[in-house]
């Protein structure tokens, strides 16, 4: 069993910044696979980004486009997710999900409540 706790979203002005953090408890984190998603209102739930057990290998969605790093610290287990240039379009409930593929960013076993972002334009 996995915990996942995200915390670090809120209302920030376009083009201004957030860091997303996600703190895990349970298995031993260092050996999954992370993940990111979010969800916006009245839309399905999409992939953002996702990182490999030892933090060396990442995968992310197009609309990525360099504003999006996810990170990890194995030591702290803790998985991140900054985020650059916010635009309007990225409000949504973003989700911390553990123990799944990297890509394709499927199969995810665990997840997290989620943590706003609003982006006032």
């Known amino acids: 069993q996995v915990r996942l706790v995200e915390s670090g979203g809120g209302l920030v002005q376009a083009e201004g910044s957030l860091r997303l953090s996600c703190a895990a408890s349970?298995?031993?984190?260092?050996?999954?696979?992370m993940g990111w998603f979010r969800q916006a209102a009245g839309l399905e739930r999409e992939f953002v980004a996702s990182i490999s057990w030892r933090g060396g290998s990442t995968y992310n969605a197009d609309f990525v486009k360099g504003r999006f790093t996810i990170s990890r610290d194995n030591p702290k287990n803790t998985v991140y997710l900054q985020i650059d240039s916010l635009k309007p379009e990225d409000t949504a409930l973003y989700y911390c999900a553990a123990d799944g593929r990297l890509n394709p960013p499927t199969r995810y076993e665990y997840w997290g409540q989620g943590t706003q972002v609003t982006v006032s334009s």
């Open positions: 349970g298995r031993t984190f260092s050996m999954l696979t």
